[in-house]
């Protein structure tokens, strides 16, 4: 890859198509297995997919490598995720920013252990934004600025062990000097009182979680 920025597609229920202007555009773009069907109402074209291939569409993986993408097929037995597959893949290529796009997919087991990896240590200081449906999920490890409007929605979770030094600004129930733990509630269901608000954490990993944050960005 040439650039910073790589996009991370997984799989699930279809995508807005309203994302594409809000993703980067010079990215090297991932597709974890299915995640590959997102390309097209995305308006992208795929460098990279990875996984055990059991559930893409023959015929977009065809077309996929009729357009010069790369394919890392890995056996169905095995210890990670394709989107932990796909992380992995887009970090060993040098990627500093990562955004991911993805849906529900229903499989609660398969969206809880993601929603775990985007804030793994493993990932070291990468920048990485995840946009779930119309939702937007940033982790925060030191200081990150948030965008939405006034009133809209924010949630503060820990994950990995406890966030230490946790300070908000611009959020309608500030945080100073805080502990989040893993499986509290304490962050939950904050609002933004300014359009931009900020996340620090001193020690530990927050996901800052937006529910209507695409919404918020096409002003409606």
């Known amino acids: 890859m040439t650039g910073p920025d790589a996009l991370v597609l997984t799989g699930g229920d279809a995508v807005p198509a309203e ?9 090297f773009v991932v597709a974890a297995d299915s995640g590959l069907e997102h390309a097209h109402a995305l308006g992208r074209t795929v460098d990279l997919v990875v996984g055990d291939l059991d559930s893409v569409d023959p015929d977009a993986l065809a077309a996929a490598k009729a357009a010069g993408a790369v394919v890392e097929r890995h056996p ?4 990670a995720t394709d989107f932990e597959l796909a992380l992995d893949a887009a970090r060993a290529r040098g990627a500093q920013r990562i955004t991911v796009v993805g849906g529900y997919g229903g499989r609660l087991d398969h969206f809880l252990a993601n929603a775990l990896v985007l804030g793994s240590a493993r990932w070291g200081d990468a920048e990485i934004v995840a946009w779930i449906g119309r939702a937007r999920v940033t982790v925060v490890r030191e200081h990150t600025e948030i965008r939405g409007r006034v009133g ?6 820990a994950v990995g062990g406890p966030a230490r030094g946790v300070a908000t600004s611009g959020l309608r129930y500030p945080l100073d000097d ?8 304490r962050g939950v269901s904050n609002e ?3 359009p931009t ?3 620090t954490v001193r020690v530990g990993t927050v996901l800052a979680v937006q529910p209507n944050a695409l919404d918020d960005e096409m002003g409606s």
Do not use: N, R, Y
């Open 19 to 27: 994302l594409a202007p809000l993703l980067p555009s010079d990215a």
């Open 192 to 194: 933004h009182a300014v």
């Open 152 to 157: 809209s929605l924010c949630t503060l979770l």
């Open 76 to 79: 169905v037995e095995k210890d």
């Open 178 to 185: 805080e502990v989040l733990l893993p499986g509290s509630t």
């Open 197 to 199: 608000a900020a996340v």
